[in-house]
Nanobody, 130 residues
Framework: QVQLVESGGGLVQAGGSLRLSCAASGGTFGSIALGWFRQAAGKEREFVAAISRSGGNPNFADSVKGRFSISRDNAKKTLYLQMNSLKPEDTAVYYC???????????????????????WGQGTQVTVSS
């Protein structure tokens, strides 16, 4: 069982930056694939970024490429999402997600689909003002 807790959200002006963190407990953090998703009001949850078990081959949604980066610190059991050049359309609740250890996960593959994840945090609100 993995528990995930996001932090770092808040209100920022367009063009600003935020860094989200996702602290994990339980399970073996270093052996699981991780991702970030977001859900804007009235919209479905969507993929933002993902990172493989090995920490390589990050994957990003087209809407955030070049602006967001994802990283993981296995020693701290923490996943990060660095968000730069924020836009009003980035406003959403951001969720981190972890893939269950019982699933086969290629070490270098970053998973982008919601059904490919088994554990979810409670979310952190990011609001970007224009």
């Amino acid at each position: 069982q993995v528990q995930l807790v996001e932090s770092g959200g808040g209100l920022v002006q367009a063009g600003g930056s935020l860094r989200l963190s996702c602290a994990a407990s339980g399970g073996t953090f270093g052996s699981i694939a991780l991702g970030w998703f977001r859900q804007a009001a009235g919209k479905e949850r969507e993929f933002v970024a993902a990172i493989s078990r090995s920490g390589g081959n990050p994957n990003f949604a087209d809407s955030v490429k070049g602006r967001f980066s994802i990283s993981r610190d296995n020693a701290k059991k923490t996943l990060y999402l660095q968000m730069n050049s924020l836009k009003p359309e980035d406003t959403a609740v951001y969720y981190c997600a972890a893939r269950g250890r019982w699933r086969y996960s290629t070490a270098t593959y970053s998973y982008t689909g919601i059904p490919e994840y088994d554990y979810w945090g409670q979310g952190t609100q990011v609001t970007v003002s224009s």
